[in-house]
């Protein structure tokens, strides 16, 4: 795969969500075509890819916000 180039910019950055994609879009088209070349169909992959972000995207909230649980229980302590 290719190599995933670190961020350029700060947090602050508008548009650092497009540079993120930027960054990863060499990589993913690597993965897909992986994919598609195991046999598995395109839309097929892309849906996957779509779960696989939106499990991944509900586990960091789900993380962030047991963290801010434990922090305020933390404090009540």
């Known amino acids: 795969m290719s190599d995933i180039q670190p961020p350029r910019c700060d947090n602050s950055d508008p548009d650092?969500?497009?540079w993120c994609q930027y960054a990863l879009h060499l990589s993913?088209?690597?993965?897909?075509?992986?994919?598609?070349?195991a046999?598995?169909?395109?839309?097929?992959?892309?849906?996957?890819?779509?779960?696989?972000?939106?499990?991944h995207m509900l586990g960091l909230i789900t993380s962030g916000?047991?963290?801010?649980?434990?922090?305020?229980?933390?404090?009540?302590?």
């Open 16 to 18: 650092r969500r497009l």
């Open 28 to 37: 993913f088209a690597e993965l897909v075509s992986k994919a598609v070349d």
């Open 39 to 55: 046999g598995w169909g395109e839309r097929e992959v892309a849906a996957a890819l779509v779960d696989l972000a939106d499990h």
């Open 65 to 77: 916000e047991i963290d801010e649980l434990l922090g305020a229980i933390k404090k009540r302590s």
